[in-house]
């Protein structure tokens, strides 16, 4: 069974730093590409970043580059966020998701961890 | 960016009604396109991807239709475990984005 399992979220202030992590299980990790999206308070869903399967390869939002970094540890499973100079625009619940194998989409996706970044 | 808007935002229906919800993108995505329904406190799951294949598992009552800029999603006799928000997503180039949603209640 796929399992993503999202952690590292909490209260920040603004400018300050977090690492957010994905740990991955149920499937060969290092032949996924992964995402993470997010999505503030009521609001709908904003994709933030992609990683390809070796981590050679990453993807931003406008929003984000320069600022977060994503990353993953293929010998542990897991999937990053470093995210730096945070906003109090970058609240939200971030979740992990998993593309697939062939096709494009998000195929499974973990249940989210919030951030909330506060004066 | 390619937009995405989804209309209606908001649909109110009943149980056993046909249920159709638009997404139309700024620009062709091909067959990129792919639905998500989300329930409140939920992840995301996936419904539909290449713009009209049921994922497995997903109840046959869910369809996918459309190409290039405008695409469908139809609910043929809404259940009550129906009642969610379902988000388009495009794929075909980056940023991707979603549609802004649309919020199906009773």
């Given at each position: 069974e796929v399992q993503l399992v999202e952690s590292g979220g909490g209260f920040v202030q603004p400018?300050?730093?977090l690492r957010l992590s994905c740990a991955a299980s149920?499937?060969?990790?290092?032949?996924?590409?992964?995402?993470w999206v997010r999505q503030a308070p009521g609001k709908g869903l904003e994709w933030?970043?992609?990683?390809?399967?070796?981590?050679?390869?990453?993807?931003?939002?406008d929003s984000v580059r320069g600022r977060f970094t994503i990353s993953r540890d293929n010998s542990n499973d897991t999937l990053f966020l470093h995210m730096t100079s945070l906003r109090v625009e970058d609240s939200a619940t971030y979740f992990c998701a998993r593309d697939?194998?062939?096709?494009?989409?998000?195929?499974?996706?973990?249940?989210?961890?919030?951030?909330?970044?506060?004066? | 960016d390619i937009q995405l808007t989804q209309s209606p935002s908001f649909l109110?229906?009943?149980?056993?009604?046909?249920v159709t919800i638009t997404c139309r993108a700024s620009e062709a995505v091909s067959s990129y396109l792919a639905w998500y329904?989300?329930?409140?406190?939920?992840?995301?799951?996936?419904?539909?991807?290449?713009?009209?294949?049921?994922?497995?598992?997903?109840?046959s009552r869910f369809s996918g239709s459309g190409s290039g800029t405008e695409f469908t999603l139809t609910i043929s006799s809404l259940q009550p475990e129906d009642f969610a928000t379902y988000y388009c997503h495009q794929l075909i180039s980056y940023p991707y984005t979603f549609g802004q949603g649309t919020k199906v209640d009773i």
């Open positions: 400018g300050k730093s149920g499937f060969t990790f290092g032949i996924y590409a992964m995402n933030v970043s992609k990683i390809d399967g070796s981590g050679g390869s990453t993807y931003y939002a697939g194998r062939w096709q494009r989409m998000f195929e499974f996706w973990g249940q989210g961890t919030a951030v909330a970044v506060s004066p | 109110s229906a009943s149980v056993g009604d046909r329904q989300q329930k409140p406190g939920k992840a995301p799951s996936l419904l539909v991807y290449a713009a009209s294949t049921l994922q497995s598992g997903v109840p």
